[in-house]
């Protein structure tokens, strides 16, 4: 099964790719984590940011593999445990789905990539750097993947 990422913003830190190569790494065989990262949309201080959302989100659309189930991470999304992630997983790998996780820019997401969304996901209800978002989400999803494969990474 192929995992989709897609985030905004581009040329981020060393110890942000490292931790996101790392978990990449380690996903089982048979998942696989690939990453689109989206140019950031241009912004004019003092402006709102609508335009530079607008801009990303036809990137970010153009960037989802088609019939994928679009998870847009949000902090008021639903939140839920290591384990509900994997029998989201699960599930979506027994009907065939692709998911496509989606980690929107400094000012968010357009509203059209959240509406045409599968699933608003809260990592947490703390409003978390987008770059470190990215070694966050790859982490749990390759905790998930150890709680489907029987994996002894998890301990409850």
């Not at 335009?51 to 991470?73: F, K, S, W």
């Not at 599968?118 to 993947?145: D, M, N």
Request: proline share 4%; charged share 20%; glycine share 12%.
């Amino acid at each position: 099964m192929k995992l989709q990422l897609i985030a905004v913003g581009h040329k981020m830190p060393d110890w942000i790719n490292a931790g996101y190569a790392d978990y990449v790494r380690r996903m089982p065989g048979d998942l696989q984590l690939a990453l689109t990262e989206i140019k950031p949309g241009h912004r004019v201080a003092g402006a709102d940011g609508a335009r530079a959302r607008q801009l990303e989100a036809a990137r970010i659309l153009a960037a989802i593999t088609p019939g994928a189930v679009r998870v847009v991470l949000d902090e008021r999304g639903t939140q839920a445990t290591t384990r509900e992630l994997a029998g989201w997983l699960e599930n979506w790998m027994g009907e065939g789905l692709t998911p496509a996780f989606v980690i929107g820019g400094a000012d968010g997401l357009d509203d059209s990539v959240k509406a045409g969304a599968g699933k608003l996901f809260g990592l947490s209800r703390l409003t978390l750097p987008h770059a470190l978002a990215r070694v966050i989400l790859a982490e749990q999803l390759y905790r998930a993947a150890c709680i489907i494969k029987g994996h002894p990474y998890h301990r409850d």
